[in-house]
């Protein structure tokens, strides 16, 4: 099956007809036809099938049990309306990436898998990266058990609906313990390499960031007869708290979004008794990040008290800083690297990034590098989100040749 034959075949699944973008949720029936799109992928190339405990689908090449195995792969769910490439390209890149070599004629000296990740994006229970989290023991089975989605199912009820045994979720070092490299090929989610005019890029870092939950509770009142002076409007101070969240950003050349938020009642006649937001901050470094958020909740609690609302302020989630492995990165450089075209022989740019990825929460445990598709619009987390074909298949040759490089004689 070529890239352009799979990537068709994943298009329709999970796409809004109202919006265009993609709503693969975490254990949804979307989230299941990928599922089902990626075991047929893995048994109809000969591949051994499997569903890990935490729910991550791996497709071997090989005998894990070997160790010091070569793995790629990425995502296939996706945010809220998001776009086509972020996650999918990862996927179907792995596999086209495997038959290019099988063509090659490739022998592999080291086991191969291919992996999907479960849940990276968090749409549904609020954090991302949760099955990679898992296996890496950097999500508790406490905490994974607490997670629950807006209509209050939590995730292991949604686990058990969607066939999945949640009782067995938890660290998994045994199967990160035979992995020797993992490789992500992921669309840029900027526009470095349009900039410079490459089609691909490997990853140098990824910024620490975080989730953080604002709850601004005041009073419901009634919209009409309610005297302004006698409201305690949670609204103001949470709009309030938007503009300094990016004004702190602006200032520490960080980024700050407010891009989720539920009210309640929710009612367009009634002042809100609550309003929720969530607020999603990324800096190159911690100390600017300690720096953002700490300005915008002391601004958040002025605004706050100023108005008689009580706020609460709970970290969800936080990933810190990731510098990527040198040694792979390098070697990463050196198989795509074009003969003496630099003092440092590198001619494939090195990127970091401010977008979270599984190959992020692996860092910690097992040697990891990624690989970035040029994305000519930047724009990522839409349905405008776009890689050209031919881009695409730069990233499918580079991703062989890395492979081929780490994993072939
Ligand atoms: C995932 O894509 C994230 O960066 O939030
Ligand atoms: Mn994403
Ligand atoms: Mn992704």
Known sequence: MTFHSMWAELLPIGRSSASGGYRRFAWTGADADCRAWFRTQAESRGLRYELDRNGNQWAWLGDPAEGDAVVTGSHLDSVPDGGAFDGPLGVVSSFAALDELRARQAEFTRPLAIVNFGDEEGARFGLACV?????????TVEQAHRLTDGDGITLPQ???????????????????????????????????????????????????????RFDFRGEANHAGTTRLVDRRDPMLSYAETVLAARREAQLAGAVATFGKISVEPNGVNAIPSLVRGWLDSRAADQAT??????????????????????????????????????????ELARILGKDGESAAGLTVPVLGTGAGHDAGILSGTVPTAMLFVRNPTGVSHSPAEYAAEDDCVAGVTALADVLEGLACR
Do not use: C, N
């Open 289 to 330: 990040l300690d720096t953002v958020v700490t300005g915008v909740e002391k601004a958040a609690r002025e605004y706050a008290e100023a108005q008689g609302v009580e706020l609460d302020v709970v970290r969800e989630s936080f990933t810190p800083v990731v510098e990527f492995e040198h040694a792979l990165r390098d």
């Open 158 to 212: 949604a686990m058990e609906r969607a066939g999945h045994d949640p009782d067995t979720i938890g660290p998994d070092p045994e199967r990160l313990a035979r992995i020797g490299a993992f490789v992500e090929l992921h669309v840029e989610q900027g526009r470095a390499l349009d900039l410079s005019g490459d089609q691909v890029g490997i990853a140098s870092a990824i910024w620490p960031h975080g989730r953080w």
């Open 131 to 139: 099955g990679s989290r898992l296996a890496a023991g950097q999500l």
